[in-house]
């Protein structure tokens, strides 16, 4: 069970958890005291808003939640990502792909939560240079998913695998090695 539960582990269940409960507060103090689902719009910054969305699809707004069917099934399909994502962090060593799987477990459990809770994801974050919105609005549990995919992508590509020859500590194995001729 120790092998399990490695260092990296722990801080990957630990930063996904803090995520998880950074988007949940967030959203509770948008929806609460500023009180955004009737204010609607609050302008912060000349490219920044808090724009209030209840977002029934998934990604891009696909897979729109119209009935409760639909509803349920999104919840199952996130939630069934969300635990081949934990099984493929637990079986992960190296603490950057750990935390890249975190980042989306994290954001995708609160996204689950609002779904299962309401039957939509509060959106709020309204990037913008002018009229022009290079995002869609979104929340911290979006950007944790979209960051983690990044760093996992980035990793596959520009990291290259040690394979069995790298302990977990970065201690080298000599039995590893290949012998010479």
């Known amino acids: 069970m120790s092998d399990l ?3 990296n582990r722990l801080i990957g269940l630990g930063f996904a ?3 998880f409960a950074i988007d949940q507060w967030v959203k509770s103090y948008i929806v609460g005291p500023l009180n955004l689902r009737a204010v609607r719009n609050i302008e912060l910054l000349p490219f920044f808003d808090l724009s209030y969305v209840e977002n029934r699809g998934i990604s891009l707004g696909m897979l729109q939640a119209t009935n409760m069917e639909m509803r349920w099934l999104l919840v199952g399909l ?3 990502i969300a635990l081949v994502v934990l099984i493929w962090m637990m079986r992960e060593k190296l603490l950057g792909d750990i935390l890249g799987l975190s980042m989306i477990l994290g954001g ?3 996204n689950i939560v609002d779904r299962y809770s309401f039957g939509y994801v509060i959106d709020y974050a309204d990037f913008h240079i002018g ?3 290079p995002f869609l609005v979104f929340n911290i549990a979006d950007a944790a998913i979209t960051i983690g995919v990044v760093i996992i992508l980035a990793r596959s590509f520009f ?3 040690k394979g069995d020859d790298t302990d977990t500590d970065g201690q080298n194995d000599d039995s590893a090695v290949p012998a010479e001729n």
């Open 17 to 19: 958890a803090f995520l």
């Open 78 to 80: 996130t939630a069934l």
């Open 108 to 110: 995708a459990l609160g």
């Open 159 to 161: 990291v290259r695998d």
């Open 5 to 7: 539960f490695t260092r």
């Open 131 to 133: 009229t022009f919105r």
